[in-house]
Nanobody, 121 residues
């Protein structure tokens, strides 16, 4: 069984910073891409940033220059450093990873339970 557990969500003032973490655990053979998504109230879930195993990164236009995604492959962990936060960044942030479990023939996407980020104006 594979699990993703996020942490780091909080209430922060506009202009502030937060660092989210997500660690994968369980019977893991390999992890390829890792990503952060977010979902604001009454909005669809959207991709925030993604990072490949070789650390190629992509960002949503709305967060470029403010957010940085990184990973620690030895710890099966992905991070999202968020700076210059805006009220419109308020959302539940979800971790996603493409994981091949031990004994599995192929990989699939796993999701974390989400962590709330609230930015006050």
């Amino acid at each position: 069984q594979v699990q993703l557990v996020e942490s780091g969500g909080s209430l922060v003032q506009a202009g502030g910073s937060l660092r989210l973490s997500c660690t994968a655990s369980g019977r893991i053979f390999s992890i390829s891409s890792m990503s952060w998504f977010r979902q604001a109230p009454e909005k669809e879930r959207e991709l925030v940033a993604t990072i490949s195993r070789l650390t190629d990164t992509n960002y949503a236009d709305s967060v470029k220059g403010r957010f940085t995604i990184s990973r620690d492959n030895a710890r099966n962990t992905v991070f999202l450093q968020m700076s210059s936060l805006k009220p419109e960044d308020t959302a539940v942030y979800y971790c996603n990873a493409n994981i091949r479990a031990t004994g599995a023939a192929y990989s699939r996407n796993y999701w974390g339970q989400g962590t709330q980020v609230t930015v006050s104006s």
